[in-house]
């Protein structure tokens, strides 16, 4: 299976209240996630937020630390996160994998830039 996702920069940023935060910019390659999120597509990704049912995020997949992939947070499992890809034809996830532990979420897609 061809890789998924691949993330690109750092930057730090600080919010008005002084705590600061990370952001990377990753470029999607793959259809697992379409329509929501659609191949060749650039995102910004926010680090250390809190995470809820639903988001899409940046991960490390579990069996293969060279490759991140973007998922959706499907419900939490114990100590981690059950993802799935909106497009279940096309995607490797949680039906493949079991359930992703939290260290490896990288952060959630904030926004499209390109």
């Known amino acids: 299976m061809p890789p998924l996702t691949l ?5 730090l940023g600080t919010r008005q209240d002084g705590e600061v935060f990370s952001l990377t910019t990753v470029r999607v390659v793959g259809p697992s996630m379409e329509p929501a999120v659609r191949n060749g597509q650039w995102w910004v990704v926010r680090r250390g937020v809190k995470l809820r049912q639903g988001d899409v995020v940046l991960l490390q997949h579990p069996t293969r630390s060279d ?3 973007v998922k959706r947070l499907s ?10 890809g909106d ?6 996830d949680s039906r493949h994998f079991g359930v992703v532990p939290d260290n490896l979420i990288i952060g959630r897609l904030i926004f499209r830039y390109r």
């Open 7 to 11: 993330a690109l920069g750092n930057t």
């Open 67 to 69: 490759l991140s992939v």
């Open 75 to 84: 419900h939490r499992e114990g100590i981690g996160w059950w993802v799935l």
């Open 87 to 92: 497009n279940p034809r096309e995607s490797e």
